[in-house]
C-alpha cells in the first residue's frame, strides 16, 4: 500500500510563495506517477501538475504555467511543488496523488493526462491560503 504525506502550505500574501513536498513510500511496481491537485469548495478537484518517475512532466491546469513547478527531490519518492506569485484564487487544499504500474508508458501517459479519476493513493491535504 502506498502511503503519501504532504508537508509545507499555511498563509501567505498575494504574490508570495510556498513549497509543498509529497513523501511517499511503499511503491511495489517498476513505474509511478505522482501528482498534485486542487481541491477549491463548490468545484471539483483538479490536477495540477504531475511527474512519472521517468520523467514525464505535465503542466495540466493553464492557470498555474510559469508559477507553479514540480520536481522530484532529494529524497527518493519525494515530489516538490513550488508556488510562485500565488493569488487569492490559489486558496485550496492541496493534495498529492499517486498510482503506480508495471508499464512505463502507461506511467508517462498519467502523467500527461494529470486526472484525479487515474491515481489510487492521496496524502491527507495541505491547505494554502494566500490572502492580504
Known amino acids: 500500500q502506498v502511503q503519501l504525506v504532504e508537508s509545507g502550505g499555511g498563509l501567505v500574501q498575494p504574490g508570495g510563495s510556498l513549497k509543498l513536498s509529497c513523501q511517499a513510500d511503499g511503491f511495489s511496481l517498476d513505474y509511478n506517477t505522482i501528482g498534485w491537485f486542487r481541491e477549491v469548495p463548490g468545484k471539483e478537484r483538479e490536477g495540477l501538475l504531475c511527474?512519472?518517475?521517468?520523467?514525464?512532466?505535465?503542466n495540466h491546469k493553464d492557470s498555474v504555467k510559469g508559477r507553479f513547478t514540480i520536481s522530484r527531490g532529494e529524497a527518493e519518492h519525494t515530489v516538490d511543488l513550488q508556488m510562485n506569485n500565488l493569488q487569492p484564487e490559489d486558496t485550496g487544499t492541496y493534495f498529492c496523488a499517486a498510482m503506480q504500474t508495471r508499464v512505463r508508458t502507461v506511467s508517462e501517459r498519467r502523467a500527461l493526462d494529470c486526472a484525479p479519476s487515474d491515481f489510487r493513493f492521496w496524502g491527507q491535504g495541505a491547505q494554502v491560503i494566500v490572502s492580504s
Open positions: 511527474i512519472s518517475s521517468s520523467n514525464g512532466i505535465t
